[in-house]
């Protein structure tokens, strides 16, 4: 009861911020979960107040999941802040949320922010009751209180994290207790693909990657949570890239299915042939006319989803032209000048290691995505993500030319869509306001 109301006292931590540490031992015997509040929001009266009471206890690391190094562990480390403690007996989680599945989507975009205890565990030894040398009964309560209050306090130092996923299969991430890292359920594609990228010139614009660790008989790649950086409202926007969202080697049949034919005519009733509607389509016809509905096939991407504060747009499917496109650039941007030429520093940057990369020479990249981040700070970055469809090629893929269904050459379309990306974000400036 007290983490909740730690959570959603708000107010109460506001007006705890600008009370001395003497008031602030008041509102700890009369309203424990206001000062819990107080303290998950860093006020400077409960930190002296807890720091006269508490001795920091070291963390000691439990159990880890496999994959990588073990992370920095210390007072203020992002472990220290996220480690169980006695004084609650029982999980604590942030209050977040996430969006429902794209079944239509293997991209996703996602940070964990709430504890996870299947994942890894994480224990921090506390000093007895005996050992603060405290007489009375009050003094013990006293003590426990304090406990109590610390543990809020090292669980939440100064911001409240979330969890956030713009698209992709709801039970595809878990959370782990320490903030930095998620875990995501691949293939083993992509577990190639990201080890692969770890000695690539692509290194510093993709998660970092810490190997498979094992949950509930399932395998997950544990990446990098590339949100817990930024600080306050957290603004995200996901492009995927390329002329097609579908493999090759999906689309090799040339079987009709009435099935494909139905979807079809639940998107467009009037897109079929007289033959079709009597025989059915091919995987390959269903795909390639979903993909031109939006802008994937003229632009070489499409906007997947965004998320502007508290509110996320997944209804792109049907965004096409150009224009639209670059409506949603502008939604996404709210005129922040700063945040845009972050961004087009960023992708010069991205689109230099593309062309050193011996990854992207070899690779047909169809589903990945490029994130873009900023947050209140105009704190801004962007990041290649997601490569469960990407797939290694004896000889160099054509990224710049479009797919063929009579000439599979592997041609993604990768660069034409980043181009324009690049392109329309130009045109979002002041400078093109008249044009």
């Not at 990369?357 to 169809?366: D, R, Y």
């Not at 797939?391 to 479009?402: G, N, S």
């Not at 599979?408 to 660069?415: C, I, S, V």
Request: some cysteine; hydrophobic content about 35%; glycine content about 6%.
């Amino acid at each position: 009861a007290a983490a909740a109301a730690a959570m959603t006292a708000g107010e109460e931590a506001g007006r705890a911020n600008r009370t001395s540490t003497a008031s602030f031992e008041r509102m700890a015997s009369t309203s424990p979960p206001a000062a819990a509040a107080a303290a998950a929001a860093g006020s400077d009266a409960a930190a002296s107040w807890i720091a006269e009471r508490c001795r920091t206890p070291p963390l000691e690391n439990a159990s880890q999941g496999s994959g990588g190094t073990s992370p920095p562990l210390g007072p203020g480390s992002p472990t220290d802040r996220l480690a169980p403690h006695a004084g609650f007996g029982g999980p604590l989680s942030s209050c977040g949320s996430h969006s429902d599945a794209d079944c239509d989507s293997d991209s996703a975009s996602a940070v964990a922010g709430k504890r996870e205890s299947s994942v890894s565990t994480y224990s921090c030894s506390t000093v007895d009751d005996d050992e603060m040398n405290l007489a009375s009964s009050a003094g013990r309560l006293r003590w426990r209180k304090a406990k109590r209050l610390y543990n809020v306090y090292r669980l939440f130092p100064r911001k409240n994290i979330s969890w956030v996923q713009l698209a992709g299969h709801a039970d595809g991430f878990r959370q782990v207790q320490d903030p930095r890292w998620i875990l995501k359920l691949g293939t083993e594609g992509e577990k190639v693909c990201l080890e692969t990228l770890m000695e690539d010139a692509l290194r510093p614009y993709v998660p970092e990657f810490r190997g498979l660790v094992r949950v509930d008989e399932q395998d997950f790649l544990q990446m990098e949570n590339l949100l817990f950086k930024f600080k306050g409202a957290t603004n995200v926007m996901d492009c995927k890239l390329g002329c097609r969202t579908f493999l090759e080697s999906e689309v090799t049949s040339t079987t009709t299915r009435l099935d494909l034919l139905q979807k079809m005519n639940e998107l467009d009733r009037h897109e079929a042939t007289m033959q079709e509607k009597q025989n059915g389509i091919t995987k390959l016809r269903y795909l390639m006319f979903r993909d031109s509905l939006s802008s994937t096939s003229s632009l070489g991407f499409r906007v997947e989803a965004i998320r502007v504060g508290d509110q996320s747009d997944k209804n792109f499917k049907r965004v096409r032209s150009r224009a639209d496109v670059k409506q949603k650039f502008l939604n996404f941007l709210h005129d922040n000048e700063a945040v845009r030429h972050k961004f087009l520093a960023r992708l010069e940057d991205i689109r230099a290691a593309l062309l050193k990369s011996e990854f992207f020479k070899t690779h047909e990249v169809v589903g990945s995505s490029l994130l873009f981040i900023y947050d209140s700070l105009h704190d801004a970055n962007v990041f290649i993500i997601d490569f469960g469809k990407t797939t290694r090629r004896e000889e160099p893929v054509p990224h710049t030319t479009l797919w063929r269904q009579d000439n599979l050459n592997h041609a993604d379309g990768y660069l034409l869509g980043f181009d324009n990306i690049v392109s329309i974000l130009r045109s979002c400036g002041p400078e093109h306001d008249n044009k």
